[in-house]
């Protein structure tokens, strides 16, 4: 049933992308947790994690097992097992005594009912229930880190198509502005004020940037398509047609500041996940110990047998005195096990999960270390590229005034095109490095939020 509803909303929800036309940000992270490729599979490998944990309760649950044995016996060995109670019926005696349930007949059926239970095997069985809750806790914790990945993700892809739709406007722009060099070159030339290299220049200029365009579009509707694919939607034929949020808004986003960046690794999901496994690991020790330690099981069967002479499948479970039916047999009891010598196994065993422990220890303090180096190697260039955001924002409307400045000059006749069409470059260069810049500025942010646990969907 949830698999149905989790297939049907995916579908509502892809339709609906499909169709709105606008993705916000926030709407792309909702799906990508939600369902999304990563999501879907992490949601199925939730309910395997569960059932292996009841997997594991079951196993200090009693067994109750139903027998049914069917054997039939050749003459010469039926005969020879009844040569005694023969003998018995035949002394004067015992007449009158029923040897008939203790004789062997040539047809035989047990029916037979048997219960174990566990009672105590060293402590196994317990702390194969802990490993099993200690595990799914940890699933949960990997499971959020997941989840978090997803968005980081999403919010990657989405920066990238945003970057790559502003760079496209970028090429636009600067083909629009040599469209209109060219037709005011083309009003020069006839008048006779500028050579014809000039026009022909501009002429060249106008391919060029028409190239650039096509490009720029190709490089936007791949990076559509592949956040479409991060968030777990098959791109269609109309996704080229769909568009993102305004670059103003996420302009607004980078001027609310720094956020605050003196938290500690304590609440990553991953470290907190590698410290369950430790715990796993001492626990592993405790089992191997119960190895040395004596178990107790109870038990309990309860059978019968019928017998007879001929066989006759209508009469098998007939209650007529066709059938002997033999005295019920019920067993009950206690088994106790001491381990006393297996070749050195419980010991081997013991030094191998104390060294694992140990290893896993070790495994933790590393990635401890590594997380507080991470953690300030993304505080430190996030503060970095906040400034350098700022610096590309400065630059960019420096050369948009020199690019203002140097076009009245060149329409004067006071500069040459090839200063002219620097400066231009340089424009262009400087507008999309501070998309850039913004951009990644946002993304060490999110960086940052993931590696101590707190990256939420966009609100």
Request: with cysteine; net charge positive; aromatic share 10%.
């Amino acid at each position: 049933m949830k698999k149905c509803i989790l297939l049907w909303t995916f579908l509502l929800l892809g339709m609906h992308i499909l169709h709105a036309k606008v993705l916000t940000l926030s709407e792309a992270e909702n799906i990508a947790i939600s369902t999304g490729f990563e999501a879907r599979r992490k949601y199925y490998e939730e309910q395997v994690k569960e059932w292996e944990k009841r997997e594991v309760l079951s196993g200090y649950l009693p067994k109750i097992d139903y027998n049914i044995n069917f054997t039939r016996f050749d003459d010469s060995t039926v005969q020879n097992a009844n040569i005694a109670f023969d003998m018995l019926e035949n002394s004067p005696m015992l007449q009158g005594v029923d040897f008939k349930s203790s004789k062997m007949y040539k047809n035989s059926l047990t029916n037979e009912i048997s219960l174990s239970q566990p009672l105590y095997n060293g402590g196994i069985e317990i702390s194969a229930i802990k490993i099993a809750y200690i595990m799914k806790k940890a699933f949960k914790l990997q499971q959020e880190e997941s989840r978090q990945g997803d968005i980081f993700n999403t919010r990657k892809a989405y920066f990238d198509a945003l970057a790559a739709i502003e760079r496209t406007k970028v090429v636009k722009q600067s083909l629009g502005w040599t469209k209109q060099n060219l037709h005011n070159a083309n009003t020069k030339y006839a008048a006779g004020s500028i050579p014809k290299t000039d026009l022909l220049q501009w002429e060249a200029e106008v391919l060029q940037k028409e190239s650039e365009v096509l490009e720029a579009k190709a490089f936007e509707e791949f990076l559509i398509m592949s956040l479409l694919q991060a968030i777990g939607i098959p791109p269609a034929e109309n996704s080229s047609l769909l568009s993102l949020q305004e670059f103003d808004l996420f302009e607004n986003w980078y001027k609310k500041g720094l956020i605050d960046t003196d938290d500690s690794i304590a609440s990553n999901y991953q470290l907190q996940s590698i410290k369950l496994y430790t715990q796993v690991a001492e626990v592993n020790k405790r089992i191997a110990i119960g190895a040395f330690l004596p178990k107790l099981n109870a038990f309990c069967t309860y059978s019968r047998d019928n017998g007879w002479e001929h066989f006759n499948l209508e009469k098998m479970f007939d209650k007529s005195d066709y059938i002997i039916q033999k005295p019920k047999n019920v067993t009950a009891g206690l088994t106790l096990t001491v381990p006393l010598f297996h070749g050195f196994k419980n010991s081997i065993g013991y030094k191998k999960s104390n060294y694992e422990y140990l290893k896993i220890m070790t495994e933790e303090k590393k990635v401890e270390s590594q997380l507080r180096v991470n953690l300030k190697r993304i505080a430190l260039f996030y503060k970095a590229s906040y400034q350098g955001a700022k610096a590309a924002k400065k630059q960019q409307e420096l050369m948009e005034r020199q690019l203002d400045i140097m076009q009245k000059r060149y329409n004067g006749g006071l500069v040459n095109q090839s200063q002219l069409l620097e400066v231009s470059l340089g424009a262009s260069q400087t507008r999309i490095n501070y998309i850039q810049k913004l951009f990644e500025c946002l993304l060490y942010e999110a960086e940052y939020l993931k590696t101590i646990g707190k990256l939420e969907v966009t609100q």
